[in-house]
Structures are given as structure tokens and as C-alpha cells.
């Protein structure tokens, strides 16, 4: 009808020109049930569906005007309280409006909700308080989600144990009082799907619970559960998922198994004990089996390796013993198999890569034996490692046709032979551990062709020159007594190699000649080396430092036209991680040219294995190529002092021209079009990282002031990496280093040593909050910070334009600033999982680039975020 078609143009101007599907909302068509997200029944409109479209204003009270809508989907969206609008929406039964920002208690009336509603999901906000009996009074319901929210104190187990129609179930995720299981649980005989996961559940599992006869997914991971596994649940005929990791359980699991339908089984990281039951052989279906990190001991049942469609079976950090089922691998697609620190012996099964699927092995520290088999070849891997096992024989030729291999480790074992030249082909691989075998021969020479992050062929029996791209300080060679460089070599800790030497018989007898003579004076060499070893100790104090340039691109300067530069009056900076030189290079085709130089603290006579870990890890970073990314030109290095040479940004820092325009005499101040473009290049920058990089690397300290502007203006994220450079290097500044700067530390970093993407995802949204707000990142002191500020205002003013910078307030963009602004809020969400990827980030930014341009902007909008992985 045309008032429904109102209606809809109504939504579209109340919510803006950023979401894509209302974009299309065409202003002439009549046609609206042809619109995206709009469903129609006989003309009339009954289902809205936008999720995912940035809507950031609330939901207006006319959209229950629509008196035939049923469906309503605004999932993955911005909003702030709960929408007691939708009250008056009387006709609808399905509500979707998870994922978002809402906050504060429920209302204690949420039972207005209209009475015939059937499907209720609110998960995955942020709403707090106790959840209200009144939910329970939605007698229709059939499923109800509130997972993942805030919720504390107790829940309604009583009201919720009445809705007598309930399939769906999900609770997960809230910091509820600690509590048991409700025993009431058991009146919701149709429930199919129950999640009450990481809620703090005590206590053991109800013997009640065995009515729910229809359950098809049970989870229960991550609480304090203890005692047995009841049997019951093993005779749960529907049960397809069961998740009860993370527990206390203890004690055997029951042999008795006739829950035939189950196929994913997770019960890691709990205390059983006993062995594992035979009866597993018996479950069809079963693909997916984990039991990591338990005390279960004997023999992996052979049954076991029968199994058709098993595909993922975790075992390791047991007390297992006896060898893998000889039929694994031979009767499914089986892609992973993770069996590490237990007891396991015999030989690998011939049969282990029959169907060509496998990605993952992980086997080691146990003690197989035997030859690596053939069938290796002909499977898809990408994660070999065999390590601390008794493993003879040496590498199969068949190893060069894993074309997709990224890391093989097979350290430890009694692998003997040479080294297949095959590994020249393997283009992907980036980590090659091979020590502490028994390996001979040279090093082949299409060991060119690789590009290794880390290499490790120590404590073999190698001989021969070591390949010209191995020949650096982050590759792991020693301990091979026949390997040598030319004399030309950057690297000193070998031998040099002869002209024309042949590895033969008549050089092995000249040898033993040589340490025979070598032998006879040792006892001269010991007597006077003490004497010697003090002289040159004494007269080091005097030495030159030895200087080394290792460069990343084409490079017309010297390490002492650098050096020359180093003096107090080119001095721009000094930070956490060091000082900031400007340095003019007068010398050579780059006359003229300006370099940033940092000088790290803290890195003198670093211990050899730190020392190949940095620069293992600035030759990652020096051969990053990226618009959005400032140069790594090169390193130069000594025993006492790191310099990283950058190329120089001649408009110095964001932070700069938000913070201290006055200091740097800059009287305008950045608009608004400027900002956003900022934002886009820098969410290119931190995306291409994330997502462009195998593995992705972590930035640790995304701040204004590590964002650099070039002549243009164009953004470039400046010290990626470092600070993860410093933390490995044992730099006693590296504590902070990993915290970032406060102001744009994530929560996590207070409890969470072990950090993701994410901690930059959360920085980065406090950068948005500079660029809309022009407040600094931690003005509040150490009790307040930007984003805790934005959050209040958020909660309490919702998106009012006066937390918009004022020098860019402009009714032209203020919608598209208080969109960035929400943007922000949602990157700097306390849980790392809620926050988006940078590649949901860069899309969104893009959505508000309203700059002309070719094409459509979906189709551009996704082109933008192609590049994060090219």
C-alpha cells in the first residue's frame, strides 16, 4: 500500500544513507516488496530484515505502524537502550535485535512484548542487572537468547522452567552468582538447544536433566561442573554436540555408548581419568573428537581409526600409550590430528594421508619410531610437526609436493641423509626445523628460492657453503662442523670454504691430520689464552664498533652517512622505545635525501639467541610493502646499539595536528574530509597486517602518535612491530611495550598476557574518537580515559552532536561523524570477541568516503577491502 510505502521511505530517512541495502530504496519505484531487507505477503509487508547496516539511530515508534510486520530482524547494528517502541508491534512474533549496543536492565515489563511472539534473541549486547521474571511470561516462546550480555545476580530459573514451549535455550556467557544447574530444567522436554556455557554453573549435572530426551546440542563448557559425567547423556538418542570442556569433571568415561547420533564430542581440558571408551568406534557420525588435556592412559581404540566421517580428532596432553590406530586416516577425510605429550609409540600409519585431506599433524614429544611415510606427499599440509620422537630414516623425495606447507618441524628425532632439494619448491613454507638429527650433505641450492621466517638446521652433519640467502645472523646453522661461507660473508661464526674443496674421502683424512696437529698444541693455546683474553678485553674498551647495514630496499647511503647524522640538533624525538633522529644524507645518488633514524634503547650485547630473534623479526618487517605502511629502509646494527632507518614523514604525526597545532605553528585545523581520509588510510594500514600477513602481525601500540602523515596527507601506521621486538629482545622497557600507551590499552592487557588482533582493533577505535572528538587520549588521568568518557556519553546523551570536535561540526557531516563515532565505541568494546575485524572496520569507514568515484560504492567498498589480503 502507499502507506506502507511511506513508512519505509520514513525509515530510510530516519536512518540514514550509510546502510547499503536502504541506499536502495528507490524514491519512485512502488514496487517497495522488492526492496532489499523488505518481505511482503499478498501485497502487505510482514518481514524487515537489516542486519548489518550501521543503523545508528534508535528505533522510531512509526515502524509499528507496518500492522502486518511478523519478522523483524536489526541484528549487527548501533543502538543504545532496548526498544520499548516494539511493544506496540502487535502483530509480531519474530525479533531479532542481537549484536548490537543496547545497555542498561531489561525492563521489568518486557513481557508488553506482544503475546503471540515466538522467537526472542538478545544476545550479545550489553545489558546488566538481574534478567526479569516478567520474560517468562511470553508463553509462546520457543526460543530465547540472551547469551553473551552482562547480566548478574541470579536468573528466573522458575519463570523460565514454564515456558513449555521452548526448543532453544541460551544463557551463556553472563556473570551470574555462582549457582547449579535448576533441577526445574527439566519441564523444557522440547528443548533441542541448550547453551548455559561460562556462567559460573556449580555443582554437578542433575540427574532431572535426562527428560530432555529431545536435545540435539548440549554445552556446558567453561564453569566449575565436577563429579561424573552421568551415563544418561550417553544415551541421549537426538544429541549431536556435546561441549562440556573446561570443567572438574573426574573419574572414567561411561563404556556404554548409544547416543549414535553424536558428532562433535568436546570434553578437553577437564580431569578424567580411565581409558577411552570403545565404544566411540560405534558413533557413525562422529567427526570431531576432543579429549585434549585430561589423565587418560592405554591405548587409543583401534575402532577409532574405522570411524567414516571423522575429520578433527585432538588427543594430546594425555597419559595415552601403544601406537595410532593402523586404519586412521584410511576410511574418512580426516584434516587434522593432534595427539602431542603422551606415550605413543610404533610407526606413523601408511594410511594416514589416504584421502588427501589432511592439513594438521601434530605429534610431537612421544616416542614414534620408523621411517617417515611416502603417503605424506600426497596430502594437503600445512602444519607438519614431528618433533621429540625416535623417528629413522631419511625425508621422502614425495615431502616437495606439499605444495601447501607453511611449518615442518622434525627436531629431535634420528633422521638421516641428505636433504631433499625438493624443499626449493615449497613456496609457502616460512618455518624449517631440522635440528638435532643426523642429516649429511650439503644444503641445497634451490634453498634460494625460499622465503623462510625462521630456519633451524643446527646440530646436524652438514658440510659444504651454506646458500647465499642463508647466509644471516637470524638463521640457525651451528653446531655443523662442515659448513662455510666465502670469505665475502656477513656472517663469521663458520669457517670459510676453500676454493674448489670436495667434500671427499681425501678431505676427511686431511682433516684428521689437521686436528691432530691442532691437538698438539692446545696445551700452548690454553696457557697463553688467559693472558691474550685480557689483553683484548682491555684494549676492546678502545675498539671502533663494528657496523652492520642490512638493507630492505635499494639503497644509495652507507651506514656512516647515517651515523654522521646522529647528533643532539637533528634529535626530533624521544619515546618509550627510543630516540628520533632527522637525518639529511650529503653523500652518494641519495644527496639530499631525509631519513628517520630511531635508536633503541636498551639493546646492547644482547645474548645471541635474542639477537637472532630481532633480527629475524626486522627482516619480517623489512620486507613489508604497503601504501599505509612507513618504509623499514634498513637496519644497522652493533654489538651495543639497533638502528632502524625509516623513510621520512615530512608532516610529522596525527597527534601532532590534533593536539599541538599551536607548538608545530600549524593555524588551521584538520577538517573533516581530511580525518576521515586519515582513518581509511590507517584502517588499510592495521588491515593489511591483520589480514594480508601469514601470520598476521600485531602492531601493540596503534596510537595518534604512531600514525604519520606524508606531503599529501596520506596516513601511514609508523613502528609496527616493535613492540614485540622489544618484549622478545629482553628489554626492560618492553613490560610497557606490551601495554601500549595509556589511553589505548585494552582491559585485557591488565589480565591477558597473550594478545590478538583485537588490542589493535580497540586502539584504533580510540583513534576514531580523537578524529571525531578532538579530545586527547588520556586527558582524564589515570582513572579516565577517552573511551571510557565516549562510553558514558554514549550511555547517557546517546549521540548528541556537542561530543563532536568543534572545528568540525558541520550539519553537512555530522551524521556521518557521529556514525564514526559509534564505530569507535564498538571497537573499543571491554571483550576482545565483540569487537570487529579490521576488515569490518575498513568497510564501514569506507561506507562514509563519499568522494565521487567510479563504480558503485558496494562494489568499491568491497575492492577496498580485497586489499587487506593482496
Known amino acids: 500500500s502507499n502507506a506502507e510505502h511511506q513508512i519505509l521511505l520514513g525509515l530510510k530517512q530516519h536512518w540514514g544513507r550509510n ?141 523460565i522452567s514454564n515456558l513449555a514451549n521452548l526448543e532453544v535455550l541460551t544463557l551463556a556467557q553472563n556473570p551470574f552468582d555462582p549457582s547449579p544447574i535448576p533441577e526445574k530444567f527439566d519441564r523444557l522436554t522440547h528443548l533441542t538447544y541448550l547453551w548455559l556455557s561460562n556462567m559460573n554453573i556449580t555443582g554437578e549435572i542433575p540427574e532431572s536433566l535426562s527428560n530432555l530426551s529431545n536435545l540435539n546440542m548440549l554445552a556446558l563448557s567453561s564453569n566449575y561442573l565436577q563429579g561424573t559425567i552421568p551415563t544418561w547423556i550417553w544415551q541421549l538418542q537426538k544429541l549431536k554436540k556435546l561441549y562440556i570442556y573446561d570443567n572438574d569433571f573426574t573419574a572414567v568415561i561411561a563404556t556404554n555408548i548409544t547416543a549414535l547420533n553424536l558428532v562433535e564430542i568436546d570434553m578437553s581440558t577437564n580431569q578424567l581419568t580411565g581409558r577411552i571408551p570403545d565404544g566411540f568406534g560405534s558413533v557413525v557420525n562422529l567427526a570431531i573428537l576432543f579429549l585434549y588435556n585430561n589423565q587418560l592412559h592405554g591405548l587409543i581404540p583401534p575402532s577409532i581409526g574405522l570411524l567414516p566421517n571423522l575429520a578433527d580428532i585432538r588427543l594430546f596432553s594425555n597419559k595415552l600409550s601403544g601406537p595410532l590406530p593402523s586404519e586412521l586416516g584410511k576410511h574418512s577425510a580426516l584434516g587434522n590430528i593432534e595427539v602431542s605429550n603422551n606415550n605413543l609409540s610404533g610407526e606413523l600409519p601408511e594410511g ?93 641450492k634451490d634453498f634460494n628460492k625460499l622465503k623462510l621466517n625462521i630456519l633451524n638446521l643446527s646440530r646436524n652433519q652438514l658440510i659444504g657453503e651454506i646458500p647465499t640467502v642463508l647466509q644471516i645472523d637470524a638463521y640457525d646453522l651451528r653446531f655443523n662442523p662442515g659448513l662455510c661461507v666465502p670469505s665475502n660473508s656477513s656472517i663469521h661464526s663458520f669457517s ?123 627482516q619480517i618487517l623489512g620486507e613489508i610493502r604497503h601504501t599505509n605502511i612507513v618504509k623499514l629502509l634498513c637496519c644497522i646494527s652493533s654489538s651495543e646499539v639497533k638502528l632502524l632507518v625509516y623513510e621520512y614523514m615530512e608532516n610529522g604525526s596525527l597527534d601532532s595536528w590534533l593536539h599541538q597545532r599551536e607548538r608545530i605553528g600549524v593555524p588551521a585545523p584538520l577538517d ?16 593489511y597486517m591483520h589480514h594480508g600477513c601469514s601470520p598476521a602481525i600485531v602492531h601493540r601500540d596503534v596510537k595518534s602518535a604512531n600514525i604519520l602523515l606524508d606531503p599529501e596527507f596520506r596516513a601511514k601506521i609508523a613502528d609496527f612491530g616493535l613492540a614485540r621486538i622489544l618484549l622478545k629482545a629482553g628489554d626492560p622497557e618492553s613490560v610497557s611495550a606490551i601495554g601500549g600507551t595509556f589511553g589505548y590499552m585494552p582491559p585485557e592487557y591488565g589480565y591477558w598476557r597473550k594478545v590478538n588482533e583485537k588490542v589493535d582493533v580497540y586502539s584504533f577505535g580510540v583513534v576514531l574518537l580523537e578524529l571525531t572528538t578532538g579530545k586527547v587520549a588520556n586527558g582524564g588521568g589515570a582513572e579516565y580515559s577517552l573511551a571510557q568518557w565516549a562510553w558514558r556519553e554514549y550511555q547517557e546523551n546517546s549521540l548528541s552532536v556537542d561530543i563532536i570536535d568543534e572545528e568540525i561540526q558541520d550539519p553537512k557531516h555530522n551524521e556521518d561523524i557521529l556514525a564514526v563515532f559509534t564505530l569507535a565505541i564498538i571497537c573499543t568494546g571491554e571483550q576482545p570477541s565483540m569487537r570487529p575485524s579490521m576488515k569490518d572496520v575498513l568497510h564501514a569507514l569506507l561506507r562514509f568516503d563519499h568522494r565521487p568515484r567510479g563504480g558503485s560504492l558496494q562494489h568499491t567498498a568491497s575492492e577496498e577491502v580485497a586489499l587487506c589480503e593482496s
Not at 637533528?570 to 650529503?586: A, D, E, W
Not at 586519515?678 to 584502517?683: E, K, L, N, R, V
Request: with cysteine.
Open 672 to 687: 573533516w574530509a581530511l580525518r576521515l581520509r586519515i582513518a581509511i588510510d590507517s584502517a588499510r594500514g592495521l588491515c
Open 352 to 444: 594416514l594421508c589416504f584421502n588427501k585431506k589432511l592439513y594438521d599433524i601434530v605429534v610431537f614429544n612421544n616416542s614414534f619410531s620408523g621411517k617417515l611415510p611416502e603417503s605424506l606427499g600426497i596430502s594437503q599440509i600445512t602444519d607438519l610437526d614431528l618433533s621429540r620422537n625416535q623417528i629413522t630414516g631419511s625425508i621422502p623425495m614425495t615431502i616437495g609436493v606439499l605444495n601447501g606447507l607453511n611449518a615442518l618441524n622434525l627436531s629431535g628425532n634420528q633422521i638421516s641423509g641428505n636433504i631433499p632439494a625438493a624443499f626449493g619448491f615449497m613456496s609457502v613454507l616460512t618455518i624449517l626445523d631440522l635440528s638435532s638429527n643426523a642429516l649429511s650433505g650439503e644444503i641445497p
Open 19 to 159: 546502510s547499503s541495502a536502504l541506499s536502495r530504496w528507490n524514491l519512485t519505484s512502488a514496487a517497495h516488496c522488492n526492496w532489499g531487507g523488505v518481505s511482503c505477503t499478498n501485497g502487505m509487508v510482514t518481514a524487515i530484515s537489516l542486519p548489518n547496516q550501521f543503523l545508528a539511530k534508535p528505533i522510531p515508534p512509526f515502524l509499528c505502524f507496518l500492522k502486518n510486520l511478523t519478522h523483524l530482524d536489526l541484528s549487527y547494528n548501533f543502538s543504545t537502550a532496548f526498544p520499548i517502541t516494539l511493544y506496540n508491534c502487535s502483530t509480531l512474533n519474530y525479533l531479532d535485535i542481537s549484536n548490537n549496543l543496547f545497555v542498561g536492565q531489561l525492563p521489568d515489563d518486557i513481557n508488553t512484548l506482544p503475546a503471540q511472539l515466538k522467537h526472542l534473541n538478545l544476545s550479545t549486547n550489553r545489558f546488566t542487572g538481574k534478567i526479569p521474571p516478567s520474560i517468562g511470561w511470553l508463553p509462546r516462546l520457543k526460543s530465547l537468547l540472551l547469551d553473551t550480555n552482562r547480566f548478574d545476580g541470579s536468573y528466573p530459573a522458575e519463570e
Open 496 to 618: 670459510m670454504c676453500r676454493a674448489g674443496t670436495h667434500f671427499s674421502n681425501d678431505l676427511s683424512r686431511r682433516l684428521i691430520v689437521l686436528f691432530s696437529v691442532l691437538a698438539s698444541i692446545i696445551v700452548l693455546v690454553s696457557a697463553v689464552g688467559g693472558f691474550l683474553l685480557l689483553i683484548r678485553r682491555q684494549k676492546h674498551k678502545h675498539d671502533p664498533l663494528q657496523w652492520k647495514l642490512t638493507p630492505f630496499h635499494a639503497l644509495h647511503f652507507t651506514e656512516h652517512d647515517i651515523l654522521s647524522g646522529l647528533c643532539e640538533q637533528n634529535l626530533i624525538g624521544s619515546g618509550r622505545s627510543g630516540k628520533v633522529y632527522r637525518v639529511y644524507v650529503t653523500n652518494g645518488r641519495d644527496a639530499g635525501r631525509i631519513v628517520a633514524v630511531k635508536k633503541i634503547w636498551k639493546m646492547q650485547n644482547l645474548k645471541e639467541d635474542l639477537e637472532k630473534d630481532f633480527l629475524a623479526e626486522i
